[in-house]
């Protein structure tokens, strides 16, 4: 074997020492920009939180306050350790051309930190964006602008105070049952002990606040809101539907606020008018009257509430329209026939009391308006004491047809006072037939006193299959004679109302 001179080995040597410290130059280089790259990664997605959560909190003022809505963005990006202005951050809030429920929130960092790669110059911006919008909760009962049984089959309805659930009520009766000299002829007052006292308890769904409906005001032109028979009155069986005789005395507010254009934000609504009407007024005896007139667009509250007095127990119906100058009948369904872009809309939000009276042994309601946002989410239909006397009750949707769906009682009521759990899947609901009466029940009809909630899954194909098709409907069989039904629904979609959504 030929050895290598040892001057020779001297100079490889050097040259590998040299190799060996060039090499580890740029293996420093490489773990360097690997530290920064996920020190950066980091701050990326820090940003894109911050922003994210700045849209969510800024929206709910839109679209009538922009201003409080870029402060609330503002403040929650200075939350997050980005303020606007230091340390090389700018922040930018802007409304989303052509949609008003949607706010931009845009945030660049152009003094990231670097570490190991200062040396080659390394200099990088950071910009991240957030869109949110929020969608409003589904209106219930109502395409038209006006809510009345002569134009939809149903009065909205509201019980008195001391009222019981199995009336039909599930917001303002404050117990729960029935006890044994409680009908509308006879009742004198709350059971002994009051709210809390027997036979079952307070009612754990009872709201002092009352039911909400909203009247959506589209144009400037003074807009007229009215009551029809706001007052109830002794005579059980008139055109509105009133129950309960003798000594009962439900005295019926409507207090109406505005928004000011901000939907999900109530801090900034204005009271604008509050009317008492008291029971037996002659005043508002089968007439329409005048709550309040509107001057300015927007959505218009209007909350009802009755008395706490203890022969608060009846139930009364009522109408509510808007309209200006002659009031004419018209509808915010694209389909229909009498369709207006600036038709006032009255529905009602989270609850709707009803009282349905249809001279026939079949009849549809209008339930909700669901838009194709909620395409592919999870609609839950609530129907308390529903169909006492029917046969079935349908979902209809959009085009008119019965969908399928799961339902099941979902009260707590105990069996010994005839609550029986029910569960079932179909396309209705079949609401006939009895159950032994239990003591506290007036009644022993299938869901007396129960609520069934209903879920359908909607489609993902929402707009080809309906078009311009919102709303959905109930559909009451009743086998013979006439749809009668004091009840309480409500509809709930699954997902939060307020989203990010791509910019």
Known sequence: M???????????????????????????????????????????????SAVDAAALAGVVYMPGNLSKASATAMTTMAKNDFANGANGVV????????????????????????????????????????????????????????MSQSTLGVWPAINGHCSATEDGDEVLSAHRGMFPDHTWSTFTGCPPGGVNGPPLGPNPSYDATGYNYIVDV???????????????????????????????LVDTTFKITWDNATPLDTGDDVLVSTTMIPSRSL???????????????????????????????GSNSFGLRAGSGAFALCSSELSAVNYS????????????????????????????????????????????????????????????????FTYATVDDLPATAGALAYSGSGTAIDVSGTVTRPTYRRNAWKFNDRKVEAVVDLPANYTALYGTKTWWKLRYTFGSGSVSDRTTWDVGITGDPVRLVLG
Request: aromatic share 8%; charged share 15%; proline share 4%.
């Open 218 to 248: 589209k144009t400037a032109a003074a807009t007229s809101i009215q009551v029809y028979d706001g007052a109830w009155h002794a005579a059980a069986g008139t055109i509105d539907g009133n129950q309960g005789t003798g000594a009962t």
């Open 341 to 404: 872009a600036t038709c006032p809309e009255v529905f009602a939000d989270q609850h709707l009391g009803v009282n349905a009276q249809v001279a026939s042994s079949v009849a549809s309601f209008y339930l909700a308006d669901v838009d194709s946002v909620y395409a592919g989410r999870t609609m839950t239909v609530g129907l308390f004491d529903p169909g006492e006397g029917g046969s079935t009750i349908e979902i209809l949707d959009p085009n008119g047809n019965p969908v399928s």
């Open 2 to 48: 030929k050895r290598v001179p040892a001057h020779r080995r001297k100079e490889e040597g050097g040259y590998i020492l040299v190799l060996l410290a060039g090499s580890m130059t740029v293996l420093l280089s490489i773990a360097g920009l690997a530290v920064d790259l996920g020190w950066w990664y980091r701050e990326a997605t820090k940003l894109q």
């Open 283 to 313: 005043a508002y005896r089968s007439a329409w009257v005048t709550l309040y007139t509107a001057g300015a667009i927007g959505r218009y509250n209007v909350n009802v509430t009755v008395s706490t007095n203890a022969t608060s127990h």
């Open 91 to 146: 922040v930018t809030v802007s409304v989303v051309p052509g949609y008003s429920r949607r706010l931009k929130v845009c945030a660049t960092d152009s003094d990231v930190e670097v570490y190991f790669t200062k040396v080659v110059g390394m200099d990088p911006i950071i910009t991240k964006c957030a869109v949110a919008e929020y969608i409003l909760p589904v209106a219930m009962g109502s395409p038209l602008n006006e």
